[in-house]
């Protein structure tokens, strides 16, 4: 079984992949790590996010477990990987990785941008998670605070448009909701009553196909 969970930033889609992996006991790959820990080697390599053939060999010898998780998690990391994702040498550099890691024998869980439209278009179950943009960037910047990051509110949710806008917009693989895609709204619900929802989605999804 492969399930694919796609979504805006800060909408609550990591936390629910992870949580979905473990209720089914499939492995889980959060693929924006790849872009994140693509775009901070090409900051400390100092290889330019507009230089499409230096970013695609930077991804194409990627060691995404070289990289401290706090430093994938930082703003400026999040932006980089917006960036570097937008090139469509550095999308074909990854996509394999992610395509094998989705045909495993055990099945796997997925979440991203594109896994449900391009990774993984036969996934068994799509959920798109999503919220307003003000909710999520007041998530966002109460985590990014927790972790010492001095960004305003206002910065955040400017950022965060910026980066809805590019991951949209880009020719390769743009952000979008797969046509047989559940959604999960989370902006009215508590991070448990949303994975709540979404196991719950997952569920119907499956029974329908027995
Ligand atoms: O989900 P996360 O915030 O870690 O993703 C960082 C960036 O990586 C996204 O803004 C997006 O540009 C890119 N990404 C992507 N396709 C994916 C996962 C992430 O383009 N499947």
């Known amino acids: 079984m492969i399930i694919a969970i796609d979504g805006t930033l800060a909408s609550g889609k990591g936390t629910i992949a992870r949580r979905l992996a473990a209720h089914f006991g499939l492995p889980y790959m959060d693929t924006g790590r790849l872009y994140r820990a693509t775009g901070v080697a090409a900051l400390n390599k100092g290889v330019a996010l507009d230089d499409a053939a230096g ?3 930077v991804a194409a010898h990627l060691d995404v477990n070289a990289f401290e998780e706090s430093r994938l998690r930082t703003a400026e990391a999040g932006s980089a990987a917006s960036k570097v994702a937008a090139i469509p040498e550095v999308r074909a550099a990854l996509l394999e990785l992610q395509r094998a890691f989705a045909h495993q024998a055990t099945g796997a869980l997925l979440d991203g941008r594109d896994i449900g439209t391009v990774v993984c278009p036969d996934a068994d179950v799509k959920l ?4 307003d ?3 999520r960037a007041a998530r966002r910047h109460r ?3 927790a972790a010492g ?3 305003t509110l206002d910065e955040l949710t400017t950022q965060l448009r910026e980066r809805d806008q590019r991951d ?3 020719k ?3 952000m979008k909701m797969a046509a047989d895609a559940v959604l999960i709204d989370t902006t009215d619900l508590t991070i448990d009553a949303a994975v709540e929802k979404a196991r719950a989605a997952v569920e119907t999804v499956l029974a329908r196909q027995e």
């Open 149 to 151: 990051e001095t960004i």
């Open 128 to 131: 798109w998670i999503d919220a």
């Open 143 to 145: 985590e990014l605070q």
């Open 133 to 135: 943009v003000e909710v």
């Open 168 to 170: 949209s917009t880009r």
């Open 172 to 174: 390769d693989a743009p």
């Open 55 to 57: 970013l695609a060999d």
